[in-house]
């Protein structure tokens, strides 16, 4: 490359550069529905959501991180920080001590109030729907001055669920399943992101898209739908349950838990989605990763 052409490409990464990085002070609307102004980039984060933890990180700014909630052990270096609880039991006193200069919450819980009374900076970032991941990654991204980090992250994550969105359209039979995320019981709607991963998987749910992303499931409704498969919970468990022993699935030994480290990816709507849904279609259709 001649000096000419090598000036001219480092002059246009340096203007793309300048392009993508985000403007402060930068305001913007939340999951909580509020105005929230962002005066500079943050250096000081506290993360109280897991997913949330995984995607800052993969945004190549876990250094900034200087707290995170009980349940964030991803990647292993986080485990490392000062822990200030969950969204349901936050310990506000530890949060402030840490002096950050950002708090990324939920809109669950009730940390909002509080510590932007203690004149903390405080963002809900909360992806539910597939779509969400995609573009609260995005949101990640401007909030710390890593739009074209983030924009990398989302591209690489759709090809990896492409990926494997190839093989299950391969796939001869897909079942009608039943996916429990409590034994309450909880499943998954379609239109949740845990549901778009379960219909690509190459799995047919059967919980409509009228009750709801995460609902409460009667178990009478699991009966009457007999699902052909069952997923979240073991033999045993449904085994005990009034009437589960007439469903196709228990019928067929089509009931399988699934492992925890996999569990917990499914659970995170965040830069491993991809890696979960390569591992819940193999539990699916183990026939096609041979």
């Not at 009228?210 to 919970?233: A, H, R, Y």
């Not at 009931?255 to 995170?268: C, E, S, Y």
Request: net charge positive; aromatic share 4%.
């Amino acid at each position: 490359m001649n000096p000419l052409t090598l000036t001219l490409v480092l002059s246009s990464l340096a203007l793309a550069s300048q392009a993508a990085a985000t403007r402060y002070p930068l305001s913007l609307t939340d999951d909580l529905g509020r105005k929230v102004t962002i005066t500079a980039e943050p250096k000081r984060i506290v993360s109280v959501l897991p997913s949330t933890t995984e995607t800052l990180c993969a945004l190549g700014v876990c250094s900034r991180l200087v707290g995170v909630d009980t349940y964030s052990d991803f990647p292993q270096q986080v485990t490392r920080l000062p822990k200030v609880g969950g969204l349901y039991d936050p310990n506000i006193e530890a949060i402030v001590a840490l002096k950050p200069d950002l708090v990324v919450v939920s809109k669950y819980g009730k940390l909002a109030e509080p510590l932007t009374q203690a004149g903390i900076t405080v963002v809900a970032v909360n992806p539910e729907t597939y779509e969400e991941v995609f573009s609260k990654t995005l949101t990640l991204g401007r909030i710390v001055n890593r739009e074209a980090a983030a924009k990398a992250l989302v591209t690489q994550l759709r090809r990896d669920i492409a990926r494997v969105e190839i093989l299950t359209k391969n796939a001869v039979r897909k079942p009608t399943t039943y996916l429990e995320i409590d034994p309450t019981p909880y499943s998954v709607g379609p239109n949740s992101f845990m549901g778009v991963l379960l219909t690509k998987a190459g799995a047919r749910n059967i919980i409509p898209a009228s009750m709801g992303d995460f609902p409460k499931v009667d178990p009478e409704f699991i009966v009457k739908q007999n699902p052909q498969l069952i997923l979240g919970t073991d033999l045993a468990t449904v085994g005990k349950r009034p009437g589960w022993n007439t469903i196709a699935a228990v019928k067929s030994n089509r009931v399988m838990p699934i492992p925890q480290a996999l569990n917990t990816m499914l659970g995170r709507p965040g830069p491993r989605l991809g890696e979960a849904l390569r591992g819940l279609a193999k539990l699916i259709h183990p026939e096609l990763f041979k």
